[in-house]
Nanobody, 123 residues
Framework: QERLVESGGGSVQPGGSLRLSCVAT?????MTWFRQVPGKEREWVAT????????FYNDSVKGRFAISYDDDKRTLYLQMNALKPEDAADYFC???????????????????WGQGTQVTVSS
């Protein structure tokens, strides 16, 4: 059973930056960030295939967010820059084995989840 623990959320003004972290007890090939606003479906943000370091981004965050990981620390990161009010959400780290690649981004594909960390963007 993999355990994922996120941290790094907080409150920032529009245009600000935050870096989220997710520590994993075991490493999976497909490591992903999702976000969710209360009352809405969980939205895929970014994925990294840790077997080849290829990242994938939702168009809404492309150019502003960067996903990365540290194998030695078993830690996944999400650097979020130029934050907008619409980025405010609970952010979740998720993991799954690399079955057929890492390009299936639906939340239902993921079997391991963290508890979430809250990001607030407001002036």
């Amino acid at each position: 059973q993999e355990r994922l623990v996120e941290s790094g959320g907080g409150s920032v003004q529009p245009g600000g930056s935050l870096r989220l972290s997710c520590v994993a007890t075991r490493w999976s090939a497909c490591m992903t960030w999702f976000r969710q606003v209360p009352g809405k479906e969980r939205e895929w943000v970014a994925t990294i295939d840790t077997e080849n370091s290829i990242p994938f981004y939702n168009d809404s965050v492309k150019g502003r967010f960067a996903i990365s990981y540290d194998d030695d620390k078993r830690t996944l990161y999400l650097q979020m820059n130029a934050l907008k009010p619409e980025d405010a959400a609970d952010y979740f780290c998720a993991a799954r084995p690399r079955i057929g690649g890492c390009t299936a981004f639906e939340a239902t594909q993921y079997i391991f989840w963290g508890q979430g960390t809250q990001v607030t963007v407001s002036s």
